[in-house]
């Protein structure tokens, strides 16, 4: 809970000074770029929640990894946090600000998940489905699962439709065992 906590004050932090200097796209895609890497990096989470090594050390990782990469006010951002010795909520921070920023522009989180990968005009077809269902614009990701037999999973917007073989199958098997059928021999 402390966490969340954590991560909400700080995003909202951040969105207010972003929303400010005219920069919450910039830091949006700053945000998720943190986000992924620390996603990525066992390691420099482990380095971060690393009570010994000192916060200039951690500062040092920071601008090495996202230097260069992330604008003025972002930078400025994960240095308070880093000395504010809150590295380790870098990934939280950095999602929930995500989810400040889709909130503020009407933006809606969905996830395609299918047993391979799928085309352009297939992620462009749900895309637009899910934008008129729910009047919203998409951000959709996908992903896949080899574990699926076959069909597929999507989630938005606290709704899923789950279109896996398994389920269908599962379903049926259900069906099955409550039949109500006897044999009349």
């Known amino acids: 809970m402390t966490s969340y906590r954590i991560n909400t004050s700080y995003a909202k932090a951040l969105f207010m000074l972003a929303g400010e200097r005219g920069q919450a796209d910039r830091v949006a895609d700053d945000m998720r ?9 066992h390691q420099l989470v482990v380095l971060f929640a690393n009570p010994t090594i000192r916060f200039d050390k951690k500062v040092g990782v920071v601008e090495a990894l996202f230097g260069g990469r992330l604008c003025d006010e972002s930078m400025a951002f994960l240095r308070f946090v880093v000395k504010k010795n809150r590295s380790v909520n870098l990934r939280g921070i950095g ?20 047993h391979q990968e799928t085309d352009e005009s297939a992620r462009e077809t749900v895309r637009r489905l899910i934008e008129d ?12 699962d080899p574990n699926m ?19 269908k199958i ?16």
């Open 33 to 41: 770029t943190v986000a992924e890497v620390m996603a990525e990096n």
């Open 149 to 167: 037999l076959g069909g597929f999973k999507m989630e938005f917007d606290h709704n899923m439709y789950d279109a896996r073989l398994r389920t």
């Open 170 to 185: 599962r379903k049926l098997r259900k069906e099955f065992a409550k039949n109500d059928y006897e044999s009349k021999l």
């Open 133 to 144: 269902y729910t009047g919203k614009q998409v951000e959709l990701h996908t992903a896949t």
């Open 95 to 114: 999602e929930t600000y995500l989810d400040l920023y889709r909130q503020s522009r009407g933006i809606v989180l969905g996830e395609l998940v299918t």
